[in-house]
């Protein structure tokens, strides 16, 4: 089955860390460059991370750019996202999507939730 | 960064109609990264259209996109009763990616 599953949300306090994962089967994860996408709580999409299918290229949104960084492993087919010197901005819904061709992300996981409160 | 516009937030029909969802960019959109999700309460979002006006695997040809330069539109023809959720645009500008904030279509 094609699917990404996401895993590692909680809650955590301000200035603390996480770090999600996102684990994808059924398509040559190798092949596609990777996103991350979250949603506040009532709030739209906002696009935060992307790395390519090698891991060469990689862009951040500027609200995360400093403390967060993503990362994979083509061979675990798993991508990553090391969160630190988190905020209370920082609480939404964590996806991770697949890159397409058209820079369109054709493939979501259900999502992982992080709370920061204190 | 190019800021996408959507409008109107909230869309009121019935099943049966069609809607037409506005996604306006700050700028000209040099390239045709340009793509549409739908994403229904408690849901991940769903791929709709991407390139402007392709149909993403499965969409029914309900679902069309078109545009060019910074107003780009949704089209629903004749809603159904599952088609009834949120809408977003999302652009891709060199290295990194913009979503609309998104219209609300709601059974009227």
């Known amino acids: 089955e094609v699917q990404l599953v996401e895993s590692g949300g909680g809650l955590v306090k301000p200035g603390l860390s996480l770090r999600l994962s996102c684990e994808a089967s059924g398509f040559p994860f190798g092949s596609f460059s990777m996103n991350w996408v979250r949603q506040a709580p009532g709030k739209g999409l906002e696009w935060v991370s992307s790395?390519?299918?090698?891991?060469?290229?990689?862009s951040y949104a500027d609200s995360v750019k400093g403390r967060f960084t993503i990362s994979r492993d083509n061979a675990k087919n798993s991508l990553y996202l090391q969160m630190n010197s988190l905020t209370a901005e920082d609480t939404a819904l964590y996806f991770c999507?697949?890159?397409?061709?058209?820079?369109?992300?054709?493939?979501w996981g259900q999502g992982t939730l992080v709370t920061v409160s204190s | 960064e190019i800021v996408l516009t959507q409008s109107p937030g909230t869309l009121s029909l019935s099943p049966g109609e069609r809607a037409t969802l506005s996604c306006r960019a700050g700028?000209?959109?040099?390239?045709?990264?340009l793509a549409w999700y739908q994403q229904k309460p408690g849901q991940t979002p769903r791929l709709l259209i991407y390139?402007?006006?392709s149909r993403a695997t499965g969409i029914p040809d309900r679902f069309s996109g078109s545009g060019s330069g910074t107003d780009f539109t949704l089209t629903i023809n004749r809603l159904e009763p599952e088609d009834f959720a949120v809408y977003y645009c999302?652009?891709?500008?060199?290295?990194?990616?913009?979503f609309g904030p998104g219209t609300k279509v709601e059974i009227k």
């Open positions: 999302q652009h891709y500008g060199g290295s990194s990616w913009t």
């Open positions: 390139g402007v006006s």
């Open positions: 700028q000209s959109l040099t390239s045709s990264y």
């Open positions: 999507a697949k890159g397409a061709g058209g820079k369109q992300n054709d493939l």
């Open positions: 790395i390519s299918s090698s891991g060469t290229y990689i």
